[in-house]
């Protein structure tokens, strides 16, 4: 992921405002990230990990600065986006969306 982020960013011309890289659940380990710290993002450009999953708040939480410790996380999101999920867990997964957030006052995707 990160040689095609740094592809596309040095690639396209015009603004990025922002990546999402999804993060699988059960990656917790400083290895798994490390990468992330030989992005190339230009000032303007934000990433998003996509780290949330919606039973899961102590791995959302261990995920959280594990990535940190290698790059400058502007928010979170969830893995693969909110469509495809079972409707009457949405409320849920938003609430671990801000829960995940606040441990650290990143933003929201």
């Known amino acids: 992921m ?5 592809a596309v ?4 011309r015009r603004p990025i405002q922002f990546f999402h890289l999804p993060v699988p659940k059960p990656r917790t ?13 230009r000032p303007e450009t934000e990433l998003y990990l996509g780290l949330v ?13 594990a990535a940190q ?11 693969c986006g909110m469509a495809r999920g079972d409707p009457e867990g949405f409320p849920a997964l938003l609430a671990a969306d801000a829960q995940t957030a606040e441990l650290s006052g990143v933003g929201i995707m």
């Open 2 to 6: 990160v040689e095609i982020v740094n």
């Open 29 to 41: 380990d400083d290895a798994d990230f490390a990468p992330l710290a030989g992005l190339k993002l």
């Open 53 to 65: 999953h919606r039973e899961d708040i102590a791995g959302n939480a261990a995920r959280l600065p």
């Open 9 to 12: 960013s040095a690639g396209v």
């Open 69 to 79: 410790r290698h790059v400058r996380v502007d928010g979170v999101a969830t893995e």
